[in-house]
Nanobody
């Protein structure tokens, strides 16, 4: 069974920083993309950042220049470094991976979410 365990959320003031972590456990043959999504109250879940297995990245326009996604392939962990946080960054942040299992098929897996609250 594949599990994603997120950590690092919390309550901070505007302008401060946080680092989210997402560790993958369980049997996967390979992990392709790893990413972070967020969902604010009353809004749809949206992509924040994604990193491919080769290291290429993509960011939502709203976080470009402030957030950095990185991955540790040795430990199957993805990070989201968030700087200059704004109140509008307040949301539940979810980790998502696309991984290939031993059966050759690819699946999407989601973490349970971690709350990030930014006060003004």
């Amino acid at each position: 069974q594949v599990q994603l365990v997120e950590s690092g959320g919390g309550l901070v003031q505007a302008g401060e920083s946080l680092r989210l972590s997402c560790a993958v456990s369980g049997r996967v043959f390979s992990i392709n993309s790893m990413g972070w999504y967020r969902q604010a109250p009353g809004k749809q879940r949206e992509l924040v950042a994604v990193i491919a297995s080769g290291g290429s990245t993509n960011y939502a326009d709203s976080v470009k220049g402030r957030f950095t996604i990185s991955r540790d392939n040795t430990n199957d962990t993805v990070y989201l470094h968030m700087n200059s946080l704004k109140p509008e960054d307040t949301a539940v942040y979810y980790c998502k991976i696309r991984a290939r299992r031993d059966n050759g098929l690819e699946y999407n897996y989601w973490g349970q979410g971690t709350q990030v609250t930014v006060s003004s």
